[in-house]
């Protein structure tokens, strides 16, 4: 499933009120340039934010879920609610999750929707962006911010991206947890399992080609602000990944590796949250 990063602009299916501009929230459906629906929200900045960071302004947080999530998902739910007091949120369901449509390509087409997602909030009018991207998610933010380039336009390009337990590498099977995934998107009764009992409808095609690597996307992502988040105790993704994408950044990067974290959102504490949505504030143009 090759991905063609071609074409940027993406247009929603509703707007906010003229009376309130950006500070109703919205529900709606994003089409990504390859024809797939996306079931996205737009929240505005909680009404009390946090006085210690920057203010919101035009700030919003595009929020990349892991695999098996969608938007209405309890955990993420709680991440848009925890970066609100930093800024405007948008969050959305990856294609073959939740409402969206089409089926999951686990990281690969995945850019797509990013791309639509953070094209729709600059078209609401906020001229600052940061991707946030946890698992699966965290591979399609890095590999987002390293296809879409200021230069290539003003649209779908992030100002700050922030990878929370991604992997570094692809085809990764040295814990139970990712050999159980494998065995989920690579079998027809792991994929049923994966339609019912998550929600998640899985694309049977291998890829082809091979889409470019969290570690090999990095180094493309520079000037771009970037910050790399993982726990010690993630059970999916050991800390020799973090450690591999922190070295691919060079000067540019951040990593913080978190005692006692396990994975993605479900580990992802209001602390720690707090302290993303701070940096990102801070560096996010």
Known sequence: MGM??????VRSTARPHSETGRHAPIRTFLHTVDGVTIDSVYDPPAVVYDASAPPPRDLVFVIAHGFTGDVDR???RRVAASLARYGAVVTFSFRGHGASGGRSTVGDREVLDLAAA???????????????????????ALRHAALYRPEDGPDAHTDAVV?????????????APMRRLHWLVTRPEGRLVGRYGFRTRIHHREWNPIPLSPVEAVPRI????????????DGYFPVDHPRMLATA???HGELWLEPGMG???????????????????????
């Open 222 to 233: 520079a000037p771009t602000p970037l910050l790399v988040v993982h726990g010690d105790r």
């Open 118 to 140: 953070v094209a729709w909030a600059r078209e609401l009018g906020h001229t600052r962006v940061a991707t946030v991207g946890f698992s699966m998610g965290g591979s399609v």
């Open 74 to 76: 309890p955990h993420v």
């Open 249 to 251: 950044a060079g000067d």
């Open 4 to 9: 063609d990063p071609a074409g940027r602009v």
């Open 163 to 175: 990878s929370v337990s991604a992997p570094a590498r692809w085809y990764y099977r040295g814990t």
């Open 263 to 285: 994975h993605a959102e479900h580990a992802a504490t209001d602390e720690l949250l707090a302290r993303i949505g701070y940096w990102a504030a801070a560096r996010g143009g």
